[in-house]
């Protein structure tokens, strides 16, 4: 669902502001991004216009259809990712920096915090047509090289971004978007109750057809299918969370008839609730890393509670977000232990599985909760000894031993094609590196560099040592002394990193490796290349395949 009008925090004080442009880019997605998904986890506001073409925004798990002459900002703190919808989408893209005092008589700037952003309209339209001439502008300056143009360019954004807090002020009184999330909140404190349009519609000043018309295009459902689904979620919570009788939650989510509800619910979820909750009659919770995830689903069992966050968990919340009922916080901006600890407590799960880096304070807080399982440590074939043991416990091992033995066909199958893809040659070298901050490393997961070498058959530079597991720091003279027929390159999508990727990606010691000079240099999502689960290298295999299998 999408929210169009989500201001930032309240600022107390921000007339003695100021504003550092950090970054001006133009974009094209489409052929920046062939691979996938690079979402960005943003340590500075961002603004943002669609140039040309057609393309989405995702901001956390919201979805919008960037339109012409509309600014678009994203929270620091937030994630972003852009998809192209046709290949002549192209977004300009300023990365700026806010500043004050650090107090009122001192010369010294500290940075504003995200609790003191201003607020701001997340999407603000320029009616005046002029929207992407400036932004054009913007960059142009800041590229230049010249330092008057440049100096103009921290002008002209500052003066954009004055503009846009100028529009928010004008257009919060009464508006309609304000008055839909009313409205949706509204939905959700009454799902106990038999809500007809005109009650959901009332206080927004709309007749009940008009509200349901503007209610689909703000959120993509209408509010009859939008109370549905709230209360089936609900539901499916209120049925793991205890032994209720099913005539009960259905009468707590708004049906009097037990078997109209019954028959509804099996309509969305393709089973009876009874079978829904007899699935999970170990109730599991996966604590700490989305890999737990990538152990539980190939014995078919979804958690009650799993860490959920759309940069980290992004492929487990498009598929499986909606049947899980607790969705815990995950991030290293989020501290957020104590909040987790409680919904598990309420939760009540049997089995906790949590990864190896878990605290041992963190450790013993989910053993007072219920059983905990440790998730392997990333090496050689831990995910295996990993996912046989969870069956064991779970009393499931025929799925393992059936999940196990379609992996290893299927790994067996793609090690083939891309040794014919090789021409009868051996698998070319691969080096897979990873960029975080200002520097490069080896890749630093022992499991995954097994997989691709042992298990796909792909070359192993031999000037790259036995430890590279451990995310050693690597050189550019190293890097050109391997010689590696493909370089893999992950480069940690924050914005401190991202700065100096761009200006590394320019520099003449990076333009000349000979990888870069063939171009063959491939640029990997964070997921699931960064996750060791048996889900996780099965995606893994096929995304080689795709790189690796259509001729090297």
């Known amino acids: ?115 003191e952003s201003l607020s701001v309209a997340e999407e603000t339209p320029f009616p005046d047509g002029r929207l992407e001439d400036v932004m054009r502008s913007i960059y142009n300056r800041y590229l230049s090289g010249e330092d008057l143009l440049r100096w103009q360019a921290q002008a002209d954004a500052f003066q954009l971004l004055v503009r846009t807090a100028e529009a928010s002020e004008e257009s919060k009184a009464g508006k309609t978007a304000g008055l839909l999330e009313r409205a949706r909140r509204y939905i959700d404190g009454h799902l106990a109750e038999p809500l007809t349009m005109e009650q959901i519609s009332a206080g927004t000043g709309l007749s009940a057809k008009h509200f349901a018309d503007v209610f689909k295009k703000a959120y993509g459902a209408s509010p009859h299918d939008y109370m549905t689904q709230a209360r089936l979620e609900k539901a499916k919570r209120l049925m793991l969370q205890g032994s209720r009788k099913l005539k009960d939650v259905a009468h707590a989510v708004g049906y009097e008839d037990e078997f109209y509800f019954s028959r509804l619910f099996k309509k969305e979820h393709g089973l009876p609730p009874s079978r829904y909750v007899a699935k999970r009659k170990v109730r599991t919770a996966a604590y700490g890393c989305p890999s737990a995830l990538g152990y539980l689903l190939p014995l078919g069992v979804l958690p009650l509670a799993a860490p959920m966050h759309p940069k980290w968990s992004g492929y487990y919340i498009e598929r499986f977000g909606a049947d899980i009922p607790c969705h815990l916080d995950y991030g290293p901006a989020v501290l957020s232990a104590g909040r987790n600890l409680e919904i598990l407590q309420q939760a009540q799960p049997d089995l906790i599985l949590c990864p190896s880096t878990a605290s041992e304070e963190e450790r013993r807080a989910l053993e007072a909760i219920g059983s905990v399982m440790t998730l392997p440590e990333e090496e050689g074939r831990g995910w295996e000894r990993g996912l046989r043991e969870l069956a064991e416990t779970l009393g499931l091992p025929e799925e393992a031993g059936r999940w196990i033995s379609r992996f290893e066909r299927r790994t067996s199958q793609i090690r083939s094609l891309i040794a014919a893809a090789s021409g009868g040659n051996a698998a070319p070298d691969v080096l897979p590196v990873r960029m975080f901050k200002d520097r490069l490393y080896t890749f630093g997961s022992q499991g995954i560099m097994d997989f691709l070498y042992r298990e796909l058959g ?95």
């Open 458 to 552: 792909l070359g192993r530079p031999p000037s790259l040592p036995d430890t590279a597991s451990a995310a050693l720091p690597l050189e550019l003279e190293q890097i050109a002394e391997a010689e590696a027929g493909r370089i893999l390159l992950l480069v940690c999508q924050e914005s401190e990193t991202l700065e100096h990727w761009e200006r590394l990606s320019r520099s003449p010691e990076w333009l000349a490796l000979p990888a870069v000079r063939r171009k063959s240099v491939i640029r990997l999502p964070s997921s699931p290349w960064r996750e060791y689960s048996p889900i996780a290298l099965e995606r893994i295999g096929e995304e080689a395949l795709r790189i690796f299998g259509s001729g090297s």
């Open 1 to 115: 669902m999408s929210y169009p009008f989500i201001p930032l925090a309240a600022a107390s004080d921000f007339g003695s502001w100021t504003l550092h442009l950090r970054g001006a880019d133009i974009v094209t997605p489409a052929e920046a991004d062939p691979g996938g998904s690079r979402r960005q986890l943003l340590a500075y506001p961002v603004l943002m216009a669609l140039l040309g073409g057609e393309c989405r925004l995702i901001r956390d798990s919201r979805l919008t259809l960037m339109q012409p002459g509309v600014l678009y900002i994203c929270r620091p703190g937030s994630t972003m990712d852009l998809e192209a919808q046709s290949s002549q989408a192209t977004i300009a893209v300023l990365r700026i920096g806010l500043y004050a005092p650090s107090s009122p008589d001192s010369l010294q700037l500290r940075p504003i915090t995200p609790e």
